[in-house]
């Protein structure tokens, strides 16, 4: 069997009249949504510490001494959930040469002119960019958020370090919450997308118009069995 | 002598409280500034700044200042080993917000060796950092007289204020997770009562009153060492953070750093600046556009829809190409 370059192994039609293809099993989607739940608690528990205007969040926590002990551990959650999610994902994130076309021709994109660009694998540049965006920011706030964790690592860095980790974790997470913004957007704008992290299928109709490719790579080992 | 309960301060540490009740100050009212709080109402009154001045060259390193703020605030530093110095506790902790730091000085103009002891702990500034740097409404005050306190009710135990402070000073306790430093004894000073390590000191090396009185003092104190060949005797009181309620005289003020690394020109760090400035206001201001822009155009802009002639094409090429099972797949 030769290897799959634009699906997963995992990646099968559920149907096929009407077609409906399977793009997350619910192994994934539970880690996703793990993922995603520490970042919503990141992001409020943070915010409340990033501008006294948003302070008032700390509530949502039990007050401004839950806040701070709760944000740094939730973050180890996240960094953990995301890096099992990353080893599954990295692979179908890696640049492709349509993807230089896809960014190039982004007007087509954001206007909906899909005919007008190539054929897509599992993800298109867009999707990739929040994947690789999310990744290095991770890291870059788990870095700076243990530099600057009183509680446990209060002489793990100098003053004047721990200085640079608080203005790097604050500018990163200003980045986070930008990117976290498009991915949500992007799955609310693009129609059918959401059904792939709920119900982990998508239809055929939306595979067909956003990732051509990879529905035919999925529809073309169908029915194959490997032993054959 | 006692203190005049009619003064809003006390001009001296060494005299006894009023014996007359007295209103107890550094309320609410007399707060000028307060941390994470931009929309602070203009203090009721302008209260005498206040100032404590350690000369050093009169310091004899007995640490009854230490005692005395340790029993005032009623805090039990925790008893270490000694390593072969002076300095104990090793550095200024939760429990121990001042400290007697010793350094040996051979001085190569004189070939004198010199015991330079400096009185550690919070300086007050007029700017302060670890204000600045504190995301807790309230948690980090500073009154009308200059005193910067810290309001532990209010505290969350981040840790910002020792990231903001330019002096090192602040400490956040492992047992209660709230930070801790010298007060210059806000209570006691509300009350008309010089703080307790001023009180204390035999030799008077640390003295309390008026800033503009200490600074007259000071001079004075300049003149008599520079008299006796100290010529770079001088204050300490750095414009770099506006001044300070706590400042020093220093028999080489040329070279503060022999003080146990006292910083020459100590300021809040512009990457503080940074975080606390145009990052704060900017990044919200973009992550609000974000959000807001992202509403807007959803609810405005035409949406990205699957048509069901795509439905019926994905059937199509389904149908094309998934092989039949048992035929050999092209």
Not at chain 2, 11 to 36: C, E, F, H, W, Y
Not at chain 2, 41 to 63: F, H, W, Y
Not at chain 2, 245 to 252: A, K, N
Not at chain 2, 306 to 327: D, I, M, Q, Y
Request: with cysteine; net charge neutral.
């Amino acid at each position: 069997m030769t290897k799959p370059l634009y699906s997963e192994k995992g990646d099968h039609l559920e149907s096929t009249a009407p077609v409906r293809v399977s793009r997350y099993r619910g192994y994934t989607r539970a880690n996703h949504w793990v993922t995603a739940l520490s970042l919503i608690v990141l992001l409020l528990s943070g915010l409340a510490l990033f501008h006294p205007s948003l302070y008032f969040l700390t509530g949502l926590f039990g007050g401004g001494q839950n806040t701070r002990w709760l944000h740094p551990f939730v973050g180890i959650l996240l960094f953990f959930s995301f890096f099992v999610l990353f080893a599954q994902l990295w692979k179908l994130n890696l640049p492709r040469p349509e993807d230089r076309t896809w960014v190039s021709q982004i007007g087509d994109v954001m206007k909906g002119n899909e005919e007008r660009l190539p054929e897509l694998g599992k993800y298109n540049a867009g999707q990739k960019g929040v994947f690789w965006g999310m990744s290095i920011l991770i890291l870059v706030l788990i870095g700076s958020g243990v530099m600057i964790w009183e509680q446990y690592f209060p002489d793990l860095v100098s003053i004047p370090v721990r200085r640079w980790a608080v203005l790097v974790h604050s500018l990163a997470a200003v980045a986070i919450i930008l990117v976290f913004i498009m991915h949500v957007y992007a799955a609310i704008w693009t129609r059918g997308t959401i059904s792939a992290m709920t119900r982990g299928s998508v239809t055929g109709g939306w595979a067909f118009r956003h990732h051509r490719k990879w529905l035919r790579e999925v529809a073309g080992r169908e029915g194959r069995d490997p032993a054959e | 002598m006692t203190m005049d309960p009619n003064l809003d301060s006390p001009r001296t540490a060494v005299s006894n409280p009023p014996i007359q009740p007295m209103k107890a100050n550094l309320g609410v009212g007399d707060v000028v500034r307060a941390s994470a709080m931009p929309d602070l109402p203009k203090p009721e009154r302008q209260l005498t700044p206040v100032a404590k001045l350690i000369d050093v060259s009169k310091c004899i390193g007995c640490k009854a200042c230490q005692s005395a703020c340790a029993e005032w605030n009623d805090t039990v530093p925790e008893i270490e080993h000694n390593v072969g110095m002076f300095e104990n506790p090793h550095d200024l902790t939760p429990d121990m917000f001042t400290l007697m730091r010793f350094s040996e000085f051979d001085n190569p103009q004189t070939g004198e060796f010199e015991w330079l002891i400096r009185k550690d702990g919070c300086m007050h500034c007029e700017d302060p950092g670890c204000l600045k740097a504190c995301p807790a409404p309230g948690a980090i005050v500073q009154y009308s007289n200059g005193i910067v306190d810290f309001i532990h009710e209010n505290c969350i135990g981040c840790g910002y204020c020792v990231t903001g402070c330019p002096f090192n000073v602040p400490r956040v306790s492992k047992t209660d997770h709230k930070s801790y430093k010298c007060t210059l004894c806000s209570d006691r000073v509300a009350v008309g009562q010089g703080p307790a390590c001023a009180k204390a000191c035999p030799t008077q090396a640390i003295v309390f009153g008026a800033k503009e009185d200490m600074i007259e003092h000071a001079n004075m104190r300049v003149a008599d060492l520079k008299s006796r060949g100290y010529e770079n005797a001088g204050i300490y009181d750095p414009e770099g953070v506006g001044g300070t309620h706590v400042f020093y005289v220093l028999h080489h003020a040329d070279q503060p750093e022999l003080y146990s690394g006292l910083p020459a020109n100590p300021q809040i760090s512009p990457v503080v600046r940074g975080w606390k400035g145009v990052t704060k206001t900017i990044g919200l201001a973009v992550i609000g556009a974000a959000a807001v822009g992202s509403v807007l155009h959803g609810l405005f802009a035409r949406a990205n829809r699957v048509s069901a002639e795509e439905e019926r094409e994905a059937e199509h090429l389904v149908e094309t190409t998934v092989p039949v099972k048992g035929e050999e797949a092209s």
